[in-house]
């Protein structure tokens, strides 16, 4: 029974300083919204007025290493496509703080969801 239990304890600790050596997680970040004030919430359309049209679009993007967006792609759509185009076309002229590897900054996708209710 004792070798059994020092084994374990073995396996354990094996597996502790596998878990040590390996890379820190802290090194990898993905982009997101820079804070800094510049990027806005899209207007509401015009064009969803009447209807009074609701919803969540979320929109990828690819950011690139200085923070700016090279690509947008629609990955839930809200149900209208007015909203959906409205934040497409806000994300695209958003800036981004940029994803990092290795502590460098890289190109890296993100997701940004956003909600839009009809004003009163």
Avoid: C
Avoid at 19 to 43: C, R
């Amino acid at each position: 029974m004792n070798r059994t239990h020092v084994l374990f304890a073995g396996l354990a600790f094996a597996a502790l300083a596998t878990l040590s050596a390996s890379p820190a997680l802290a090194d990898e970040t993905k982009p997101h919204v820079d804070a800094s004030g510049n990027n806005m919430q899209p207007a509401y359309p015009a064009t969803a007025l009447p209807t009074k049209e609701s919803g969540a679009t979320v929109i990828n993007a690819l950011v690139n290493a200085d923070g700016t967006v090279k690509t947008v792609t629609l990955r839930q759509s809200s149900g209208y496509a007015d909203l959906d185009t409205a934040a497409a076309n806000a994300v695209n002229g958003w800036k981004f703080v940029p994803g990092t590897k290795n502590g460098q900054p890289v190109d890296a996708w993100t997701s940004i969801q956003i909600v839009f209710t009809p004003p009163n």
